[in-house]
């Protein structure tokens, strides 16, 4: 079992930044990858960015690219999103999520274990 707790949204003027974290309970963390996912009022949930067990594999959004930018820490058990010139477009609420599997899985369904999300605002 894996509980994720993720922090740091908030609200953010239109070409500002915000970090948001994942604190991951458990010893196995560093055996799972781990991704971001976002959505939105009236809209699914869709893929941000997801990073391997190792962080030495990374694939991100084309929505994000760029501006974004995913990377873990398996001492803290914590993975990060660092997120600029963020725009009004991404604001949702966003969710960390972790998989048991190798590679970099994208969608929702090959992901075991989700936090609880936070809200980003990008106001303009």
């Known amino acids: 079992q894996v509980q994720l707790v993720e922090s740091g949204g908030g609200l953010v003027q239109a070409g500002g930044s915000l970090r948001l974290s994942c604190a991951a309970s458990g010893r196995t963390f560093s055996s799972y990858a781990m991704g971001w996912f976002r959505q939105a009022p009236g809209k699914e949930r869709e893929f941000v960015a997801a990073i391997n067990w190792s962080g030495g594999n990374i694939y991100y959004a084309d929505s994000v690219k760029g501006r974004f930018t995913i990377s873990r820490d398996n001492v803290k058990n914590t993975v990060y999103l660092q997120m600029n010139s963020l725009k009004p477009e991404d604001t949702a609420v966003y969710y960390c999520?972790?998989?048991?599997?190798?590679?970099?899985?994208?969608?929702?369904?090959?992901?075991?274990?989700w936090g609880q999300g936070t809200q980003v605002t990008v106001s303009s």
């Open positions: 999520a972790a998989a048991r599997r190798v590679g970099l899985p994208q969608t929702t369904p090959m992901y075991d274990y």
